[in-house]
């Protein structure tokens, strides 16, 4: 029986993949928690004040981190590429599901209407 040798390199692979979807999911609750808040029929009948803008700080660090995560998935994906190992291929469905989210949550947050 053969004994299978540790790979550093696709166990730090591994990570940067989990770290991606990680920060995507934080991301995700900044956005909620700096977006334009929704103005409902009840809210509008009891005269509820609601902000209707983007919060500064936290739609600036939702930006940067959508971008940083976006490229944090092309980046892995490249390398799991160049790894090339058959092993390793799950990952690359996993970064690219992590790229083609975060484009999409860029064009939300570029077209979100206000």
């Known amino acids: 029986m053969a004994k299978h040798r540790k790979d550093p390199f696709g166990a730090l ?32 009948y009891l005269e509820v004040e609601v902000r209707t803008g983007w ?7 939702f ?26 291929q799950y990952l690359k469905t996993y970064l690219a599901m992590l790229a083609a989210t975060a484009v999409l949550t860029l064009l939300l947050f570029y077209f979100y209407p206000v």
């Open 13 to 44: 692979l591994s990570a940067l993949t989990a770290g991606g979807w990680t920060l995507y999911a934080l991301l995700l609750i900044l956005f909620h928690y700096g977006r334009p808040e929704q103005q409902y029929g009840y809210m509008r």
């Open 55 to 61: 919060l500064t700080l936290p739609a600036l660090w």
């Open 63 to 88: 930006h940067l981190g959508v971008w940083g995560a976006l490229g944090l998935a092309v980046t892995t994906l490249t390398l799991v590429h160049l790894k090339g190992r058959r092993q390793s």
